[in-house]
């Protein structure tokens, strides 16, 4: 299925990165890397374009400025997506943390969305 | 970064060595031991006890997850009735704070004060009424509401015999 692919640069989650890879079986996948700087961004992405096409994808890339948790939603949408994949983040604990780019996503989205916890 | 309370609560309750339950059993409270199956007790977890992610769902997640939990700097309580039957645990935040975990939710044991251990932080759904009653018995403040869960937190008092 069609992927896009939320990347929190100023956190970015190695195991998001597969499970969009085993999502996506071969289909289209779109890097989407928020926060942090956009150099920051920039390199979250590039890293993450890396992996993907070490597993064979041709990832495109979108940086996102303000409001990245609407643009998620709307890539989706616009771009016939079929899934969005986040990236979690927990507490020293180990608990869950859902920042708000990840609510808005999962409240807002007309797609499916896997957190990767 | 957690916004602490500027001023330490009164007195902190002292812990009891041991409750008895609802059910009239008797329950030990003491520091995690290297040979305590913690793990088996959170395997039998049913899964309306869990909150926010914890225990993990799968055996092999909950022993990754413990291994953290059980370094030295973490700070282990257990209850005891027959076996393990419940668990709290301070973890440091690398901020110079302790995130505070307590399981099952029922579990009475309260957190204890350590040498120097000052600021303590934990997060709690909004809607988990039983646990915000407890949090706010012993002096946490909600310290940030914005966000899906509510954060709160305490100082406690700098020297002197606690509560």
């Not at chain 1, 150099?39 to 940086?63: H, M, N, Y």
């Not at chain 2, 700097?73 to 419940?86: F, Q, T």
Request: proline share 7%.
């Amino acid at each position: 299925m069609d992927v896009v692919l939320g990347l929190d640069a100023a956190a970015p989650d190695d195991d998001a990165v597969e499970r969009a890879i085993d999502r996506a079986q071969g289909d289209e996948v779109l890097v989407a890397a928020y926060g942090g700087d956009a150099d920051i961004r920039e390199s979250a992405a590039a890293r993450a374009r890396e992996r993907l096409a070490e597993a064979g994808l041709d990832p495109s890339t979108r940086l996102l400025g303000t409001d990245p948790g609407a643009r998620l939603v709307e890539l989706a949408e616009t771009g016939g997506y079929d899934c969005i994949v986040l990236g979690g983040s927990q507490s020293p604990l180990g608990k869950v943390r859902l920042d708000a780019v990840t609510e808005f996503v999962v409240l807002n989205a007309r797609t499916s969305v896997t957190l990767v916890r | 970064m957690i916004e602490y309370p500027a001023d330490p609560v009164g007195g902190f309750p002292s812990p009891p060595r041991s409750i008895v339950d609802g059910e009239a059993r008797e329950i030990r409270l003491r520091r995690l031991r290297a040979d305590d199956r913690l793990a088996e007790m959170y395997a039998e977890f049913s899964p309306k006890d869990r909150a926010q992610g914890i225990p993990p769902a799968s055996k092999t997640a909950i022993r990754s997850w413990l291994e953290k939990l059980r370094r030295p700097e973490c700070l282990n309580l257990v209850a005891v009735h027959d076996a393990l039957v419940g668990h709290a645990v301070l973890v440091p935040d690398g901020d110079g704070g302790f995130e505070l975990g307590r399981k099952p939710p029922r579990c009475g044991k309260r957190s204890r004060r350590s040498t120097g251990i000052d600021r303590i932080w934990l997060t709690v759904e909004h809607w988990n009424d039983p646990a915000l009653a407890l949090y706010e018995r012993v002096g946490f403040e909600p310290v940030d509401t914005e966000q899906f869960e509510l954060t709160m937190a305490l100082r406690l008092p700098d020297s002197g015999d606690p509560g």
